[in-house]
């Protein structure tokens, strides 16, 4: 029983206050597969503050012809982590937030479609598994921005 007191007492910030960790991986989208790179800063033992970079190519075919697609995005995001709420061990982090985007899409001079460039609000709820002190495996998932159904990615801390 002291050892299984002892495993939820200890489960702390998976972020120390201060410290910062990088993230990189693929996302799911409607718009063709994106790539992401971002970190997330500690400023509270359950807030973390961060940025991102995403960009993503598609193909699209309309009335008879071929139009490519380039997307890029830059967003910042705010995330509370569940951890000391909840007790849960310091190899799992659980969060939750809202991000805030600004997404460039390159479309050719003769498309007539939709250009959706303009800043995108969403939500994001995740977790990540940390198979050793520094690296871990990320999954989110979320809607009203660029990655509008999540993200698989590698969480280094730094």
């Not at 970190?39 to 509270?44: A, E, G, T």
């Not at 012809?65 to 951890?83: A, V």
């Not at 997404?103 to 598994?129: C, E, F, H, T």
Request: aromatic share 18%; net charge negative; hydrophobic share 35%.
């Amino acid at each position: 029983m002291f050892i299984a007191i002892s495993c939820f007492s200890f489960s702390q910030s998976p972020l120390p206050v201060g410290r910062t960790q990088f993230n990189a991986g693929v996302g799911l989208s409607g718009w063709g597969v994106p790539f992401f790179i971002g970190i997330d800063h500690s400023v509270h033992k359950d807030i973390t503050i961060g940025g991102e970079l995403s960009y993503r190519s598609y193909r699209e075919n309309w009335a008879n012809t071929h139009y490519n697609h380039n997307i890029m995005g830059f967003s910042g995001n705010g995330n509370y982590h569940f951890n000391s709420l909840f007790n849960i061990p310091q190899k799992w982090d659980f969060y939750a937030g809202l991000n805030l985007g600004f997404y460039v899409w390159s479309s050719p001079d003769d498309y007539d479609g939709d250009n959706n460039s303009g800043l995108g609000l969403g939500a994001q709820i995740g977790g990540r598994y940390y198979f050793s002190d520094r690296v871990g495996l990320n999954l989110e998932f979320g809607s009203g921005n660029a990655f509008s159904g999540g993200k698989l990615g590698i969480t280094i801390k730094l």
